[in-house]
């Protein structure tokens, strides 16, 4: 089953703090992986894609696929990174690119 | 920067009546889903529409919701008799043919009361 998981709903970390938000997938195939970004009252927006392998905002994530993961890392965490997290997978075996998303982990970086 | 808009930011209806959601895609993009998010839940994909049908559907998706492009602009989604549970913030996105990434809308809140 093709499936997302977050296994952490909140995660509170300070200023200047290292940050891993976790992110396990299930998928058969070759995924596409993705991280979005939610701040408070805004849209989603898309944080990382795994297959640019950029750093936006000081925030890397590398596939990993022995372990099946892709976790958001960002070596010191700023105030205005407190927001939530979506890890998502684009269903490509279907042929619609649907994401499936994890549950979200939301971050607080506090001061 | 284009980006996708959903009107409007809140609908609030009675159980058993009919609501239309609305979206505008960005102009160029061919792809459009929807998804919804009761409060508290994970993002839950709905359906995908392509080429002016339907190319997916989830089992959530059932003979109560329809989905259209009346238009070269809107993408609507509707939900023909509310119930309860179909309370939720209702996602629209947006897709072009150059690579994976959907853009997406700020969100419909939809209270059923």
């Known amino acids: 089953a093709q499936r997302v998981t977050q296994p952490e709903k909140l995660l509170s970390v300070f200023k200047g703090a290292p940050v891993e938000l976790k992110c396990n997938y299930s998928?058969?195939?070759?995924?596409?992986l993705f991280w979005y970004v939610q701040y408070s009252r805004q849209r989603l927006q898309l944080l990382l894609r795994?297959?640019s392998r950029e750093s936006i905002k000081g925030f890397t994530a590398d596939l990993n696929k022995g372990e099946t993961s892709f976790h958001l890392k960002k070596p010191f965490a700023q105030e205005e990174d407190s927001a939530m997290y979506y890890c998502?997978?684009?269903?490509?075996?279907?042929?619609?690119?649907?994401?499936?998303f994890g549950t979200g982990t939301r971050l607080k970086v506090l001061a | 920067e284009p980006e996708v808009t959903q009107t409007p930011s809140h609908q609030v209806t009675q159980m058993g009546q009919e609501v239309i959601l609305r979206c505008v895609p960005i102009?160029?993009?061919?792809?459009f889903y929807w998804y919804r998010q009761i409060l508290g839940q994970k993002v839950e994909f709905l359906v995908s529409?392509?080429?002016?049908?339907?190319?997916?559907k989830s089992e959530i998706f059932d003979d109560q919701f329809s989905v259209e492009r009346p238009d070269g602009s809107n993408f609507t989604l509707k939900i023909r008799s509310t119930k309860l549970e179909d309370s939720a913030m209702y996602f629209c996105?947006?897709?072009?043919?150059?690579?994976?990434?959907?853009?997406f809308g700020p969100g419909t809140r939809l209270t059923v009361l």
């Open positions: 998502a997978l684009s269903g490509r075996a279907s042929g619609t690119y649907k994401y499936i």
């Open positions: 998928y058969s195939g070759s995924p596409e």
């Open positions: 102009s160029n993009h061919l792809y």
């Open positions: 529409f392509y080429n002016n049908e339907i190319s997916e």
């Open positions: 795994h297959i």
């Open positions: 996105a947006s897709r072009g043919t150059g690579g994976d990434e959907q853009f």
